[in-house]
Nanobody
């Protein structure tokens, strides 16, 4: 089970940090990440990170969002700076177990950026 926290309503240019904790020990190898879904749009990748620290960020967030993880605590976070109205979405924490080709999703947390 994945528990996400940290969403909210902020003004453009502000910062937020989303965090997600996995209950129970995750098996390796795995990739942790964040996705988002805006109203009327498909869910899209925001950023993901391997256990070794390799990251993959969406072009729309490069230079503004930074993903990190704590392998010992099975947590993943994303620091979101210089937020824009187009970042408004429900953000979902994700764990992909590469050995099992299996995805797990958190419950989603709302991020709303006002102009």
């Amino acid at each position: 089970q994945l528990q996400a926290s940290g969403g909210g309503l902020v003004q453009a240019g502000s910062s937020l940090k989303l965090s997600c904790a996995a209950s129970g020990r995750m098996l390796s190898p795995n990739v942790m990440g964040w996705y988002r879904q805006a109203p009327g749009k498909q869910r899209e990748l925001v950023a993901r990170i391997t256990e070794g620290g390799n990251t993959n960020n969406a072009d729309s967030v490069k230079g503004r969002f930074t993903i990190s993880r704590d392998n010992a605590e099975d947590t993943v976070s994303v620091q979101m700076n210089n937020l824009k109205p187009e970042d408004t979405a429900v953000y979902y924490c994700n764990v992909f177990l590469t050995w099992a080709n299996q995805n797990y999703w958190g419950q989603g947390t709302q991020v709303t950026v006002s102009s």
